[in-house]
């Protein structure tokens, strides 16, 4: 079993600076692509960044410039550092990691993490 748990969300002000961590543990072999997403009740899920264990990051246009995903593979975490917020970031930040669990075979799942609350206020 692989849980991933992120942390670091909370309440800034428009301006400010957050720092989201998503660790993973459990049966973990490797972890390929490890992702932020977010979500508010009023949109779909949108994909925020995301990072591979060598290549270089993805960034949504709507955080390009503000955010910054960059991980850890020793302690198997991702974070994600959020400057310049706005109120258009408040939502809750998810992050995603596809995993291989079994030397047995190169197959890798998807595993979610429980979310973690912004609130950027105006």
């Known amino acids: 079993q692989v849980q991933l748990v992120e942390s670091g969300g909370g309440l800034v002000q428009t301006g400010g600076s957050l720092r989201l961590s998503c660790a993973a543990s459990?049966?973990?072999?490797?972890?390929?692509?490890m992702e932020w997403y977010r979500q508010t009740p009023w949109k779909q899920r949108e994909k925020v960044a995301s990072?591979?264990?060598?290549?270089?990051?993805n960034y949504a246009d709507s955080v390009k410039g503000r955010f910054t995903i960059s991980r850890d593979n020793a302690k198997n975490t991702v974070y994600l550092q959020m400057n310049s917020l706005s109120p258009e970031d408040t939502a809750v930040y998810y992050c995603?990691?596809?995993?291989?669990?079994?030397?047995?075979?190169?197959?890798?799942?998807?595993?979610w993490g429980q979310g973690t609350q912004v609130t950027v206020s105006s």
């Open positions: 995603r990691g596809e995993v291989r669990t079994s030397i047995a075979t190169m197959m890798k799942y998807q595993y």
């Open positions: 459990g049966s973990i072999v490797s972890i390929g692509v």
């Open positions: 990072i591979t264990s060598s290549g270089p990051p």
